[in-house]
T-cell receptor, first 115, second 108 residues
Framework: GAGVSQSPSNKVTEKGKDVELRCDPI?????LYWYRQSLGQGLEFLIY????????KSGLPSDRFSAERTGGSVSTLTIQRTQQEDSAVYLC?????????????FGPGTRLTVT | KNEVEQSPQNLTAQEGEFITINCSYS?????LHWLQQHPGGGIVSLFM???GKKKHGRLIATINIQEKHSSLHITASHPRDSAVYIC??????????FGTGTRLQVFP
């Protein structure tokens, strides 16, 4: 069956421009997570959505970052006024439900390069 | 200080060797994830375990909840096992805190 998909797979943008990254979770998965992996760094949590509950935004590095999830399915991560330190691979994951017992399925990621 | 620590950071092995990667975590109380990241960057969830031991093919994961320690073992390692192995602590709020990963290279 279809896994988590992300688009674009690669994005090169100029410093100061806004970018939107898209995530299509597995159908029926109510929990959706965004992570970031900077070059040579480990993975870090950004934000997660669970159903209709308010998202947990505690991992967002600055107010230039925002995310929304429409209709409980597709999610968009927006970075405004991009900076070079935003360059990273942005990963999306989904799981059947919220909770430590549920496996997270990862998308292939979007590689963002800010020049 | 990373709340999830892995060792070793880098590991090389000859094909066929038995491999162990260790993970210590500090927050979560009941479970741990093991993930595999291939050179192309894709991440696959290997295990999610909350007690004892799980086995999948040549991979075995064990966990000691009281000691907050987990190990990932690979038996009869193969070059295709070369990847970065990451343990992740789901904490108590579903947010994964990731270890820095162990880079494994298996040579034929």
């Amino acid at each position: 069956g279809a896994g988590v998909s992300q688009s674009p797979s690669n994005k090169v943008t100029e410093k100061g421009k806004d970018v939107e990254l898209r995530c299509d979770p597995i159908s029926g998965h109510t929990a959706l997570y965004w992570y970031r992996q900077s070059l040579g760094q480990g993975l870090e949590f950004l934000i997660y959505f669970q159903g209709n509950s308010a998202p947990d935004k505690s991992g967002l590095p600055s107010d230039r970052f925002s995310a929304e999830r429409t209709g409980g399915s597709v999610s968009t991560l927006t970075i405004q006024r991009t900076q070079q330190e935003d360059s990273a691979v942005y990963l999306c994951a989904s799981s059947l439900a919220r909770g430590m017992s549920y496996e997270q399925y990862f998308g292939p990621g979007t590689r963002l390069t800010v020049t | 200080k990373n709340e999830v620590e892995q060792s070793p950071q880098n590991l090389t092995a000859q094909e066929g060797e038995f491999i162990t990667i260790n993970c210590s975590y500090s927050v979560g109380i009941s479970a741990l994830h093991w993930l595999q990241q291939h050179p192309g960057g894709g991440i696959v969830s290997l295990f999610m375990l909350s007690s004892g031991k799980k086995k999948h093919g040549r991979l075995i994961a064990t966990i000691n909840i009281q000691e907050k320690h987990s190990s990932l073992h690979i038996t009869a390692s193969h070059p295709r096992d070369s990847a970065v192995y990451i343990c992740a602590d789901p904490t108590n709020t579903d947010k994964l805190i990731f270890g820095t990963g162990t880079r494994l290279q298996v040579f034929p």
